[in-house]
T-cell receptor, first 110, second 115 residues
């Protein structure tokens, strides 16, 4: 089976940086995804990592270490609109099934 | 271009009833997956279909079933509804090749409430 852990909630100040960690234990691995989900809305794709290292996309960056079963999502220059849940998901080696963590709710304060 | 569309957006059903949820993938996408998201948790995988064939099934009882049509739209059916089936049901579609290294695009979901 698969187990994906991420913190339940984080609070940060507007303009600051927040790092959301995700650890996973899986029998197979074919990529790790980060999604953003605002309350009552669909998850929207943020980033994808399949090789070790850092992927940068504007204010958002994601890092992967396959040997450690570890990823993080870095949100820089936080804005109020970044208040949302952030979902870490692992794709199994076969098929396109995604296994999600419980999500991290980020609250950005003025 | 239209994204993934789901219908209905909200639904209230009584315990023991049956429900059908519908999903239209992004044009050209042949793979559709269904997820259940209980409030405060991450989505849980229910089914994946590709080219009208079931390619994966999550840990859900047989009361849950699905199918994919020739136009790649999909239906999720749930029989004998329980209170615990109350959740947001998300449909996701992915690339035309059903390839491995593509992200899933999610619809807005159907909010099902069982009373």
């Amino acid at each position: 089976g698969q187990n994906i852990d991420q913190p339940t909630e984080m609070t940060a100040t507007e303009g600051a940086i927040v790092q959301i960690n995700c650890t996973y234990q899986t029998s197979g691995f074919n990529g790790l995804f980060w999604y953003q989900q605002h309350a009552g809305e669909a998850p929207t794709f943020l980033s994808y990592n399949v090789l070790d290292g850092l992927e940068e996309k504007g204010r958002f960056s994601s890092f992967l270490s396959r040997s450690k079963g570890y990823s993080y999502l870095l949100l820089k220059e936080l804005q109020m609109k970044d208040s949302a849940s952030y979902l870490c998901a692992v794709r199994e080696a076969a098929g396109n099934k995604l296994t999600f963590g419980g999500g991290t709710r980020v609250l950005v304060k003025p | 271009d239209a994204g993934v569309t789901q219908s209905p957006t909200h639904l209230i059903k009584t315990r023991g009833q049956h429900v059908t949820l519908r999903c239209s993938p992004i044009s050209g996408h042949k793979s559709v997956s269904w997820y259940q998201q209980v409030l405060g948790q991450g989505p849980q995988f229910i089914f994946q279909y590709y080219e009208k064939e079931e390619r994966g099934r999550g840990n859900f009882p047989d009361r849950f079933s699905a199918r994919q049509f020739p136009n790649y739209s999909s239906e999720l059916n749930v029989n004998a509804l329980l209170l615990g089936d109350s959740a947001l049901y998300l449909c996701a579609s992915s690339s035309p090749t059903g390839g491995m290294n593509t992200e899933a695009f999610f619809g807005q979901g159907t909010r099902l409430t069982v009373v």
